[in-house]
T-cell receptor, first 115, second 109 residues
Framework: KAGVTQTPRYLIKTRGQQVTLSCSPI?????VSWYQQTPGQGLQFLFE???????NKGNFPGRFSGRQFSNSRSEMNVSTLELGDSALYLC??????????????FGPGTRLTVL | DAKTTQPNSMESNEEEPVHLPCNHS???????IHWYRQLPSQGPEYVIHGLTSNVNNRMASLAIAEDRKSSTLILHRATLRDAAVYYC??????????WGAGTKLIIKP
């Protein structure tokens, strides 16, 4: 079974631009979560989608948004990029998500650099 | 949010057991304890999880204190490939994983 894939793997943008990152979950997984990882803040939860609906949201500004398609693939968008948005963006998929024992499977991440 | 406390880093010799501690003194009765690890330049990967009883799988063992305020991840025979950042995480009633800073495990050959 193929793992979680994220595209692109690396991205360089300038301040003020917007960016869209893509995540394809493991086949059969319907929950997709997004995380931001920085050296200073560690792993921080952005949001989680299930069946095309956002179920959970972390404490990030409205510039961060996402969506999920009917095939469970997900995209996240960051508008008006700031230098502080430079980070590794990780996508994780799980079967249903809303179970305390659910295991998350992570992709390799997209390294975003904002200049 | 329930939080965990882990040492910043630990060192161990190759082929010896490693005990990674985690404190979670504010854990609630329904919080599951999850462990993930992140190898260099990779996304995190699941290691093990438990609620009250000790758990074993092919990767590791999880020993949970009787009062559940602490737990220990045990790697029975560490190899160089086990060098990673290990995260002890509580999955709370909101189903979110609350990540701490983790423990950087250094394996010496």
């Amino acid at each position: 079974k193929a793992g979680v894939t994220q595209t692109p793997r690396y991205l360089i943008k300038t301040r003020g631009q917007q960016v869209t990152l893509s995540c394809s979950p493991i086949s059969g997984h319907r929950s997709v979560s997004w995380y931001q990882q920085t050296p200073g803040q560690g792993l921080q939860f952005l949001f989680e989608y299930f069946s095309e609906t956002q179920r959970n949201k972390g404490n990030f500004p409205g510039r961060f948004s996402g969506r999920q398609f009917s095939n469970s693939r997900s995209e996240m968008n960051v508008s008006t990029l700031e230098l502080g948005d430079s980070a590794l963006y990780l996508c994780a998929s799980s079967f249903v998500g809303l179970q305390l024992t659910d295991t998350q499977y992570f992709g390799p991440g997209t390294r975003l650099t904002v200049l | 949010d329930a939080k965990t406390t882990q040492p910043n880093s630990m060192e161990s010799n190759e082929e010896e057991p490693v005990h990674l501690p985690c404190n979670h003194s504010t854990i609630s009765g329904t919080d599951y304890i999850h462990w993930y690890r992140q190898l260099p330049s990779q996304g995190p990967e699941y290691v093990i999880h438990g609620l009250t009883s000790n758990v074993n799988n092919r990767m590791a063992s999880l020993a949970i204190a009787e009062d559940r305020k602490s737990s220990t991840l045990i790697l029975h025979r560490a190899t160089l490939r086990d060098a990673a950042v290990y995260y002890c995480i509580l999955r709370d009633s909101n189903y979110q994983l609350i990540w701490g800073a983790g423990t950087k495990l250094i394996i010496k050959p």
